[in-house]
């Protein structure tokens, strides 16, 4: 059974939002983690790159696809994290613990369009 | 439709198997994880369960002239026990499947062939064999077929399944009987390391599996058998071989004969590696950790020259590579780079063996 975290928010493409204040930690959820498999790259955007709500940001790569990422929020990139480099599998040993990236949020009523841990537990079962 | 089962589905569902759908089948992608299956048929002993692929046999007394017509490889005179690799071609070259031949004796060829393929085989086969006096027998239901793998496979086979195998040379095959069973064992394999195909009854293949599992072998999903037979530079029919990608363009010419007779496809091929092909398959092998996935173009000086067949981050050595079909133009050592999402990686052609087989021969 995949981790969820209650106080995250979450995408129906399987990323979290951690908010702190007015910047937020966004990576991938453990349920992701688990789907993809054994992590061995991930494709990470620049500091200070800009993207749309829904645009793809990167990409998470297991050893047998590519999964890319979308932006569950509009944001401007403060800091990758840069130990994924050289330890993508992070992401496999935990997924919360490990965020891709931090944003400056461009707009936080878009946080209401995400789900909560309780829908998001659901949506996973479905 | 619902796919198809092989003998052993349960087994896999039980051990926690993630199963997708493969060549109208439903199986085992991986187990625990692709690297440690692959690592463990690298270092020690993995068994898979490949008995989607399909089996036909061909006896009679043309049964000889008859594969080397559909085959390019030479069956002529060939002794009772030896396996040979080739390739059934179109006409035109373009390849229908490629394959193992079994001679099981005079007169009586096995053929494995790919599982997505089987019909269509199945269809050319048959279709061919007019005016051969030949009897086609396709059995692949009533074998399955396990593949034991890496440095430890000869032991596990020996001690295990008590089949004799040590004196069985790389590339020959035998049949064993197991009490009511008859059993195939050839030593050969998809992963660059010494290693054993099984046939047998249903009940046999499931019994042996369960021993095998029970003494330490790893089970191993077809995850790890892509990024194995990849790494050796195995091809991979829909990949690397295609009705469009003929085996001189994939760089198989080895395998086909061109002082037999004659073969279907012998004209096309022989144009072909008289007079050159426009494309062919090469390897690229990436300065950084970007990994090329299948689809992805190939650039050299900013202008697309083909693209990519299969990729990875290599798992048995630290680097990114990829098979590619590009054009005839470029050579090994030339610089390229592959467009990955957004961004181009820089790589160098190099050989398609990305990593040395370890035989026992």
């Not at chain 1, 453990?30 to 800009?50: R, S």
């Not at chain 2, 993630?18 to 690298?42: K, L, T």
């Not at chain 2, 043309?62 to 080739?86: C, M, P, Q, S, W």
């Given at each position: 059974?995949?981790?969820?975290?209650?106080?995250?928010?979450?995408?129906?493409?399987?990323?979290?939002?951690?908010?702190?204040?007015?910047?937020?930690?966004?990576?991938?959820?453990?349920?992701?983690?688990?789907?993809?498999?054994?992590?061995?790259?991930?494709?990470?955007?620049?500091?200070?790159?800009?993207?749309?709500?829904?645009?793809?940001?990167?990409?998470?790569?297991?050893?047998?696809?590519?999964?890319?990422?979308?932006?569950?929020?509009?944001?401007?990139?403060?800091?990758?994290?840069?130990?994924?480099?050289?330890?993508?599998?992070?992401?496999?040993?935990?997924?919360?613990?490990?965020?891709?990236?931090?944003?400056?949020?461009?707009?936080?009523?878009?946080?209401?369009?995400?789900?909560?841990?309780?829908?998001?537990?659901?949506?996973?079962?479905? | 439709?619902?796919?198809?089962?092989?003998?052993?589905?349960?087994?896999?569902?039980?051990?926690?198997?993630?199963?997708?759908?493969?060549?109208?089948?439903?199986?085992?992608?991986?187990?625990?994880?692709?690297?440690?299956?692959?690592?463990?048929?690298?270092?020690?002993?993995?068994?898979?369960?490949?008995?989607?692929?399909?089996?036909?046999?061909?006896?009679?007394?043309?049964?000889?002239?008859?594969?080397?017509?559909?085959?390019?490889n030479d069956v002529r005179g060939l002794e009772v026990g030896k396996v040979l690799y080739g390739i059934m071609c179109y006409p035109d070259g373009g390849a229908v499947d490629d394959m193992c031949i079994c001679k099981l004796d005079n007169d009586m060829f096995l053929m494995t062939i790919?599982?997505?393929?089987?019909?269509?085989?199945?269809?050319?086969?048959?279709?061919?064999?007019?005016?051969?006096?030949?009897?086609?027998?396709?059995?692949?239901?009533?074998?399955?077929?396990?593949?034991?793998?890496?440095?430890?496979?000869?032991?596990?086979?020996?001690?295990?399944?008590?089949?004799?195998?040590?004196?069985?040379?790389?590339?020959?095959?035998?049949?064993?009987?197991?009490?009511?069973?008859?059993?195939?064992?050839?030593?050969?394999?998809?992963?660059?390391?010494?290693?054993?195909?099984?046939?047998?009854?249903?009940?046999?293949?499931?019994?042996?599996?369960?021993?095998?599992?029970?003494?330490?072998?790893?089970?191993?999903?077809?995850?790890?058998?892509?990024?194995?037979?990849?790494?050796?530079?195995?091809?991979?029919?829909?990949?690397?071989?295609?009705?469009?990608?003929?085996?001189?363009?994939?760089?198989?010419?080895?395998?086909?004969?061109?002082?037999?007779?004659?073969?279907?496809?012998?004209?096309?091929?022989?144009?072909?590696?008289?007079?050159?092909?426009?494309?062919?398959?090469?390897?690229?092998?990436?300065?950084?950790?970007?990994?090329?996935?299948?689809?992805?173009?190939?650039?050299?000086?900013?202008?697309?020259?083909?693209?990519?067949?299969?990729?990875?981050?290599?798992?048995?050595?630290?680097?990114?590579?990829?098979?590619?079909?590009?054009?005839?133009?470029?050579?090994?050592?030339?610089?390229?780079?592959?467009?990955?999402?957004k961004k181009t990686f820089p790589g160098t052609v190099v050989k398609k063996k990305f990593y040395d087989k370890h035989y026992k021969k």
């Amino acid at each position: 059974m995949a981790k969820v975290i209650e106080g995250l928010y979450y995408s129906e493409s399987h990323e979290y939002v951690r908010v702190e204040g007015d910047c937020a930690y966004i990576g991938i959820t453990d349920y992701a983690q688990h789907a993809l498999g054994n992590v061995v790259y991930v494709d990470m955007p620049e500091v200070d790159d800009e993207f749309e709500i829904e645009e793809g940001f990167g990409a998470v790569e297991s050893v047998k696809a590519a999964s890319d990422l979308n932006a569950p929020v509009s944001g401007k990139v403060l800091e990758v994290n840069e130990a994924l480099e050289d330890e993508p599998e992070l992401l496999n040993k935990d997924a919360f613990a490990n965020w891709i990236i931090k944003v400056e949020l461009t707009d936080k009523s878009q946080l209401e369009k995400l789900m909560d841990s309780k829908a998001y537990e659901a949506f996973c079962a479905q | 439709m619902q796919n198809k089962r092989t003998c052993l589905y349960d087994k896999h569902v039980a051990l926690g198997a993630q199963m997708v759908p493969f060549g109208g089948f439903d199986m085992p992608i991986q187990y625990a994880g692709i690297i440690d299956e692959h690592n463990a048929v690298r270092s020690h002993c993995g068994v898979f369960d490949v008995s989607h692929m399909g089996e036909v046999v061909i006896s009679g007394r043309d049964a000889e002239k008859f594969v080397n017509h559909i085959f390019t490889n030479d069956v002529r005179g060939l002794e009772v026990g030896k396996v040979l690799y080739g390739i059934m071609c179109y006409p035109d070259g373009g390849a229908v499947d490629d394959m193992c031949i079994c001679k099981l004796d005079n007169d009586m060829f096995l053929m494995t062939i790919n599982a997505a393929n089987m019909e269509k085989d199945y269809e050319w086969i048959r279709k061919n064999s007019d005016g051969f006096d030949v009897v086609i027998q396709f059995e692949s239901e009533h074998y399955g077929l396990l593949a034991v793998q890496g440095p430890e496979a000869e032991q596990k086979v020996e001690e295990v399944l008590n089949i004799p195998c040590k004196d069985l040379p790389f590339y020959e095959v035998r049949t064993v009987s197991k009490f009511d069973d008859t059993v195939i064992i050839s030593r050969t394999g998809y992963t660059g390391e010494d290693g054993f195909e099984i046939y047998g009854t249903h009940d046999f293949i499931r019994d042996a599996w369960d021993k095998l599992i029970k003494s330490g072998v790893t089970p191993c999903g077809l995850g790890c058998r892509d990024t194995l037979r990849f790494e050796v530079g195995f091809p991979l029919y829909g990949e690397e071989l295609s009705k469009d990608i003929t085996p001189v363009m994939a760089g198989l010419s080895m395998f086909v004969k061109f002082d037999k007779d004659e073969f279907i496809g012998k004209e096309a091929l022989q144009k072909q590696k008289t007079e050159g092909v426009a494309k062919q398959l090469r390897g690229i092998e990436l300065d950084e950790n970007a990994i090329p996935r299948h689809g992805y173009k190939v650039l050299k000086d900013g202008r697309e020259v083909g693209e990519v067949t299969t990729g990875y981050r290599l798992i048995s050595v630290e680097k990114s590579c990829a098979v590619a079909l590009v054009d005839s133009s470029i050579k090994l050592g030339d610089r390229v780079e592959i467009q990955i999402r957004k961004k181009t990686f820089p790589g160098t052609v190099v050989k398609k063996k990305f990593y040395d087989k370890h035989y026992k021969k």
